[in-house]
């Protein structure tokens, strides 16, 4: 496999409390990766040390590498807006910002000066709402407040927003939590379709939905990393007592 | 289901009773209040009054305007405002970014709120002594500094708020998609918390413009046109008082009219921070 984000030695702890221990991890290119775990067992810590939103977290003290196309994003060198770029993030509830539908993906188009003129970014918008699934439901309304959609058609806004910026990997922190089940299947699909050019990384505690999407599954328990693996192996025959238990329901 | 009136219905009755007692007090004030400066300003107010500083013998009925008022009160409440924007902007963003929800933020909270408390003859006050301790006459510079310190613990506490209901999330959100603080505040916050801002700026502006006390001492009184920082200034309310306080009926409907022209000032300041709020607040995450 082509190894696209590798973690290294990963340790995170807040304050005195240390969340995630000892984390070896590589996670394969343009497949989705799907971290499970019950709650409580570092698997959003994990993601938000991918991009590294650990350091607006107060008291958060990370340890380790994490190396994506082979650069340390730790070193102290990197420059984290480009990190930030790159890596792409679907938070677990939708936050729009306060602007219209079309400012909203235009926003990472105008900060990272990704576009020429004005034409092109109307086709940027026009193209990566499509590509969201969203285009139809707001194209009469792009300069309309972005609060008016419902919490579905925002997160694919979000989804939009994000991928305008050509990110190569995708994180979604439980992306479909705060949805009905219709957008919730909205986003899933739209997440099967995108891997073909992304990267993504997926963190849920819903299993089937783990069992729906992945490619590729990192077991968590307890901040540790039980068990990884491509999915039908881990799911269908888990090396590992506590992976056994969890598939079967008992945590 | 025959309605039984059980006691939880009569409590219930007497809340709706007593709710539509406070709004018609609130309502009738406001009613009684307009009614009031309307029909005893409205006849005695004319273009001389907008356009002229008063003549010789004005407080007596003869010729003459309130310009010099209206000027003054214009100039000191506005510069007051914008020197407790500079002021206390960065006090705001300094408790929510450093200070938090620490022992020291409460302190500094409970402190402007008691500042906040404080009648404005107390500024006025304060700052007449301040002034004669350095051995400064009233003056419009006077006015201006007792205004800014009468409104700078509103205005702080104001935009303290706003700042406080930024959701955290939000930030988080540009910052994902690469931004630097400086977008973030300058692209995203503001935008998000500038309706509040206006709000509070007019809450300010408001309380400064029909403020009396603090300028009583501070920026005296004049019938000459404001022309310069260090001598006296004329304000709105002062003139107000001085009007009514004078035994000639025509000339406290001059008051009347120049209580209406006060009124008229800070609704059209009111309404005017409304539109631009709705129209800066259409995008606002709540």
New interface residues.
């Given amino acids: 496999m082509d190894t696209h984000i590798k973690i290294t030695d990963f340790h995170v702890s807040y304050g005195e409390q240390s969340v995630l221990e000892d984390i070896n991890l590589e996670i394969p290119k343009g497949e989705i990766t799907v971290i499970m775990g019950p709650s409580g067992c570092g698997k959003t810590t994990l993601l938000k040390g991918m991009?590294r939103?650990l350091e607006?977290v107060e008291g958060a003290h990370v340890k380790g590498q994490v190396f994506i196309d082979g650069e340390d994003i730790y070193d102290p060198g990197m420059d984290v807006?480009?990190?930030?770029?790159k890596v792409?993030?679907l938070?677990q509830?939708p936050?729009?910002?306060?602007?219209?539908i079309y400012d909203n993906v235009a926003?990472?188009l105008r900060?990272?000066q990704m576009c020429k003129n004005g034409r092109e970014m109307d086709e940027r918008v026009c193209h990566y709402l499509q590509e969201a699934g969203l285009w139809e439901e707001v194209k009469d309304r792009l300069h309309k407040?972005?609060?008016g959609l419902s919490i579905g058609q925002q997160q694919r806004l979000?989804l939009a927003?994000?991928l305008a910026?050509k990110p190569e990997i995708l994180l979604g922190d439980e992306p479909t939590s705060a949805l009905d089940p219709i957008s919730a299947q909205h986003i899933e699909k739209r997440l099967l379709a995108l891997k073909e050019e992304y990267t993504i990384v997926l963190v849920t505690h819903i299993l089937r939905q783990a069992k729906r999407l992945a490619d590729y599954v990192v077991f968590m328990y307890l901040g540790e990393m039980v068990e990884c693996g491509p999915a039908r192996e881990v799911f269908e025959n888990p090396q590992k007592e506590r992976t056994r238990a969890y598939l079967a329901g008992q945590f | 289901m025959k309605k039984r009136w059980a006691k939880r219905h009569v409590a219930e009755a007497i809340f709706k009773v007593l709710m539509l007692v406070s709004f018609a007090m609130v309502a009738g004030s406001l009613a009684l209040i307009l009614w009031t400066i309307l029909s005893k300003g409205l006849p005695a107010i004319n273009w001389a009054m907008l356009t002229q500083a008063p003549k010789g013998g004005y407080y007596l009925g003869k010729e003459g305007g309130i310009l010099n008022a209206i000027l003054g009160s214009l100039i000191m409440a506005g510069s007051g405002t914008l020197l407790a924007l500079i002021i206390g902007l960065p006090i705001a963003l300094y408790l929510e970014t450093y200070l938090r929800n620490s022992l020291w933020a409460r302190y500094v909270r409970l402190a402007l709120d008691i500042l906040w408390g404080i009648p404005s003859i107390v500024y006025g006050a304060f700052c007449f002594i301040f002034m004669l301790a350095i051995g400064m006459r009233a003056s419009m510079l006077g006015g201006i500094i007792a205004l800014t310190l009468l409104e700078l613990p509103i205005l702080t506490r104001a935009m303290d708020e706003v700042i406080r209901m930024l959701?955290r999330?939000?930030e988080?959100?540009?910052?994902?998609?690469?931004?630097?603080r400086l977008?973030v505040a300058l692209?995203?916050v503001t935008?998000?918390m500038l309706p509040g801002i206006v709000t509070a700026i007019l809450l300010a502006f408001g309380r400064g413009i029909g403020d009396a006390a603090s300028v009583l001492f501070t920026a005296g009184y004049t019938d000459r046109m404001p022309n310069s920082l260090l001598r006296p200034a004329a304000s709105l309310p002062l003139a107000i008082y001085f009007q009514l306080s004078m035994p000639y009926p025509e000339v406290q409907k001059r008051a009347y009219a120049a209580a209406l022209i006060l009124t008229v000032i800070v609704l059209v300041a009111s309404l005017g921070s409304r539109w631009i709020s709705s129209r800066l607040g259409?995008?606002?995450?709540?």
Avoid at chain 1, 81 to 85: A, C, S
Avoid at chain 2, 172 to 180: E, F, Y
Avoid at chain 2, 282 to 286: E, Q
């Fill in positions: 991009n939103f607006l807006t480009e990190i930030r770029k792409g993030l938070a509830r936050y729009p910002l306060p602007m219209s926003y990472g900060i990272h407040p972005a609060l979000c927003r994000g910026i | 959701p999330d939000l988080q959100a540009a910052l994902a998609l690469g931004s630097t977008e692209r995203v935008r998000q259409k995008n606002v995450i709540k």
